[in-house]
């Protein structure tokens, strides 16, 4: 081989094949990326706004329901709300349940808070017997400690779960890296 084509070769073609090379790994490193954060836009984001949406209304539940056992004014429309509330509250597990529950340990995470929400439920239905008996006393000791434990709990997990949530997106993308 001469040395005006070694010269041609190597002036032109490497630095193209170089080039190319470096295009191809580039487009694979960004449909990775493009990966992560589809990943992340369409399961961390929304299932932790989900978590987040729970959390809020569940609050919102507890405290409608206090305040309707410790208040006499407009009770009626407290506990309806809380009822609008509750059934909200069960739609959104339901759509958590369906549709962003990814391991075992997502669902250990959703079984737990269910369970105790169920239980808090539990609770809140027997206080709201006794208040349509007319029994306020019984009612208000229903809803006392235990419930207040339950509520305690229920939050403390589905805080858990999101961190979990949080931290497996973040997971995620370091193993992209």
Known sequence: MRISTRLIVSTFFVPIAVSVLVAVLGFVQLRDSDERLDYFMLTTVPSVELLHRIKYDFTRYDALLGKALLADTARADRLNEAKNVRVGIELLMDKYKSEY???????????????????????????LAALERGELDKAVSVMGREAGELS??????????????????????????
């Open 101 to 127: 529950i990814v391991d075992s340990i997502d669902t250990r995470h959703f079984a737990e808070y269910e369970k105790s929400m169920t239980d808090y439920f539990r609770l809140a239905d027997g206080a």
């Open 152 to 177: 305690d709990a229920i939050g403390k997990s589905l805080k858990s779960h999101v961190s979990r949530n949080l931290k497996l997106a973040g997971q995620f993308q370091e193993d992209g890296k």
